[in-house]
């Protein structure tokens, strides 16, 4: 079992900055490559950026690359997204997610494990 808490949402004007965290516990956090999703309203859950177990090789998706920065700190057992020049349409629940293996995933369904979420709300 991974239990993931999501931290750092919150009401930002557009263009401002939000770092997001995801605290892990549980078994071992470096076993296990790490993804954030978001959801808006009325909208499916999409991916938003993903990364291995070691901490390279991220992946972005089109919408935020250049302005998102996924990383993760293994001795701390968390993992961040950072999002800058943010926009009213990157409003959203973001949720990060757990999945055992090397390699993250842009499918919601490869991860095993998920956080309750944190609201992100950007105004224009």
């Known amino acids: 079992q991974v239990q993931l808490v999501e931290s750092g949402g919150g009401l930002v004007q557009a263009g401002g900055s939000l770092r997001l965290s995801c605290a892990a516990s549980?078994?071992?956090?470096?076993?296990?490559?790490m993804g954030w999703f978001r959801q808006g309203p009325g909208k499916e859950r999409e991916f938003v950026a993903a990364i291995s177990r070691g901490g390279i090789s991220p992946s972005y998706a089109d919408s935020v690359r250049g302005r998102f920065t996924i990383s993760r700190d293994n001795g701390k057992n968390t993992v961040y997204l950072q999002m800058n020049s943010l926009k009213p349409e990157d409003t959203a629940a973001y949720y990060c997610?757990?999945?055992?293996?090397?390699?993250?995933?842009?499918?919601?369904?490869?991860?095993?494990?998920w956080g309750q979420g944190t609201q992100v709300t950007v105004s224009s």
């Open positions: 549980g078994r071992t956090f470096s076993s296990y490559a």
């Open positions: 997610a757990a999945r055992y293996g090397l390699s993250g995933s842009d499918l919601s369904t490869a991860y095993g494990y």
